[in-house]
């Protein structure tokens, strides 16, 4: 029998239209703005100033906090401007605006396409390696990868996990690079492996990937610490804490991470793009973005630098705005909506999903018929009418109190509501004062 997580989950439908479209490069506009903040943590300072010439690969800002990253130029250009532009959320944020003028590379920069597995570096140089290269988590959490693999004095870690799940409705851009870059994501494993000091790595696939299944499995075979293992088809599966207690039977306490478990968990992405980083000195400039809709005409996977508008993918793909009720950055379970298609691509977008009108409504709000579904759906055992109910009306102290810090807001509650109650947004702003009240108390 397939693994599987325990708690909760639902089936939505897959619609998986992209997964047999080959990845394609996508050259930049002419004008790119690379945004400060493109991970979890605090926004990289500017070491770039107007008027400054730039090679792709060139350091535009440095990670100064704990938790942050380095981001580096995806084109050879000049620097235009360091200006404010309306992200996903509608919030100004700051972003260096680049005039691109070529593609000419840092000097540093391995471009070849040939495969380097000898791996000479050794655990602490990998890790100062892929700080330096500005990688991140590309599962969409973007937490920095160096951070993820500084093992916390007391603790240690047993296990390395590859996430390639890919549970999120429409998006493939995991499953193709596992077909296109095998080896490259093995030889990434065995990277993150050395860095953690593990013999053991698990590769988890959910099984609607058997091609993506078989091709690693040959290749991890070469490797008796590296295995691949089928998961059954269940959302949010992708989740860290649903992986590893699908792969391992292990449960991550509530409030607490998964090196409490022994467990360190990385998307396929991160893996390959740490093969980058550290066997070709190539940062993390450009990634693969899954296009895709019921109304696209030519759902693609593109591997798009870092920085280009949304608008350029969306054109590509040959979407037909006149049929589009909704354009979200990542996919419909826990993607946003864009206010508009002129939003960059940054680190953390795995895809591009345009609903049609039909598609983009959401349904009347009833009353909730107390059928206690979401409680059943939510894979973190909790109770999202309560904690959705205490939030509208604020009472912030029962939702602290009902651990709505633990929700991993995947948004199987609200998919699998009768009434199409809007739970996942009253307990998504119920997380965030929760946390302001909780940093206001600890200050």
Known sequence: MLKTFKKGGVHPHENKFSANSPIQPIDPPQKIFVPLSQS?????????????????????ATGESFISSYLHSPVSGKIENIDDFIDVSGYRKPAIFIEVTGSEWNASVNLSDELKEDITLEGASIIQKVKEMGVVGLGGATFPTHVKLMIPQG????????????????????HRLMLEKPREIITGTRILMKALGVTRAIIGIENNKPDAINLLSKHASSYPGIEV??????YPQGGEKQLIQALTGREVPSGKL????????????TAFAVYQAVQKNRPLVERVVTVTGTNVLHPSNFLVKIGTPVSALLEKAGWQPEKAGKVIAGGPMMGKALLNADVPIVKGTSGILVLNGKESLRPKVQPCIRCAQCVSACPMGLEPYYLARVSEVEKFDLAENGAILDCIECGSCQYICPSARPLLDHIRLGKLKVNQIIRSRNQ
């Open 258 to 269: 998964p090196i409490e478990v022994g467990c360190i968990v990385q998307n396929v992405g």
């Open 40 to 60: 979890l943590g605090a926004p990289s300072k500017p070491v770039v100033k107007k008027g400054d010439e730039v090679k792709a690969g060139d350091i535009l």
């Open 155 to 174: 603790k240690k870690a047993e296990l390395l996990i590859i996430n390639g799940v890919e549970c999120e409705p429409y998006l493939t851009s995991d």
């Open 229 to 234: 293992c089928p998961l059954r088809v269940k």
